[in-house]
């Protein structure tokens, strides 16, 4: 039994426990976020996107109970003081969104965890970021710290290598149509990036993303070939990235779309899906997949593409985190 930790229980931290409740070779032995226990029960339980949890929930103490299994929780700011070595703790899911370098991230090993997965980019030097599909084939056991990248690259990352093996890439711009985040303001609000100040269900924002140079991380071929930025927009969840793509062989609609179906059925199985349907966003709400290509939308010109590609950019991201979990333990 592999014994885990969440640290930070917020929108990728619920959903990562969600999902680990169907897990049986992985167990859940804390939770450490500074809120209240009721609170993060009650949490757990209603989720205005993904909907209700389908388990009993209880609070006892500093236990939360749920399907009547306890799970300790703590409120500790300093993940140093965690107490990770008595509990037998092996790994620990980082997901606050605070200690995302590996000198922060490192606190948990002090603790006495012996891995750490951050739910998010790293800031500097990881001992691996890892897009599960892409690149997962260079984590190694000596790998402490690593990083699951971000939601949108996870779905970037595997359309550009199937594009990259298959005709070559010269170079790409890409834009995330994004649904909002915790991190924008429900009402015009003071905010580091001027344009995030703005209120999040009222208005189309635009602003940065590191997915496309992270996706130059994990595909190495592409490192400086990919630029991008993203747009915020007024949904909760459900996301697509969009795509134009200079390859080095000419190629069209059809070729296209087959060599990806072609991935999504074989090699890419569980990470991309291809479809055909006429879908919009809320069609992908609770899709698994890291990454849903949409055939319908698919252009060409030459050497010159545009592809669009779906992901739920909560529920798609944090079941990769749990395959992580599983490479790593």
Not at 34 to 61: C, M, Q, R, W
Request: aromatic share 4%; charged share 25%; net charge negative.
């Amino acid at each position: 039994m592999l014994k885990v930790a969440i640290n930070g229980f917020g929108r990728i931290g619920r959903l990562v426990f969600r999902g680990l409740m169907e897990e049986e070779n992985i167990e859940v032995a804390a939770i450490n976020d500074i809120t209240d226990v009721k609170t993060l029960a009650h949490l757990l339980g209603h989720d205005s996107v993904h909907k209700n949890f389908p388990y009993e929930i209880k609070t006892e103490g500093d236990m939360l109970i749920v399907n009547g299994k306890k799970i300790k929780i703590i409120a500790e700011r300093d993940p140093a003081k965690l107490p990770w070595k008595e509990m037998g703790v092996k790994i620990v899911i980082e997901s606050t969104g605070l200690f995302r370098s590996k000198e922060k991230a490192g606190k948990h090993l002090e603790a006495g965890a012996e891995k750490v997965i951050i739910s998010a980019p790293g800031k500097g030097e990881m001992d691996a970021t890892i897009v599960v599909g892409v690149n997962d084939d260079t984590l190694k056991p000596e790998h402490k710290i690593v990083s699951n990248a971000s939601c949108t690259t996870n779905c970037l990352a595997p359309v550009m290598k199937v594009l990259n093996d298959e005709f070559g890439v010269e170079s790409a711009f890409m834009t995330t149509i994004h649904s909002y985040t915790n991190d924008q303001k429900v009402l015009d609000l003071p905010h580091s990036d001027l344009r995030r100040t703005r209120a999040a269900a009222l208005n189309i924002i635009p602003t940065t993303t590191g997915a496309a140079s992270a996706t130059g991380k994990v595909i190495p071929e592409l490192n400086g070939k990919i630029d991008g930025m993203a747009v915020r927009v007024p949904t909760p969840d459900g996301s697509l990235v969009d795509v134009t793509v200079n390859v080095k062989k000419e190629t069209d609609v059809e070729e296209i779309n087959a060599v990806m179906k072609k991935a999504a059925e074989n090699e890419l199985k569980g990470i991309l899906q291809y479809t055909e349907e006429p879908i919009v966003s809320s069609d992908i709400i609770g899709n698994p997949h890291s990454s849903i290509f949409d055939a319908g939308c698919t252009m060409a010109n030459g050497k010159n593409i545009k592809l669009l590609s779906w992901y739920d950019n909560e529920w798609g991201y944090s079941m990769r985190v749990i395959d992580l979990l599983k490479m790593m333990g």
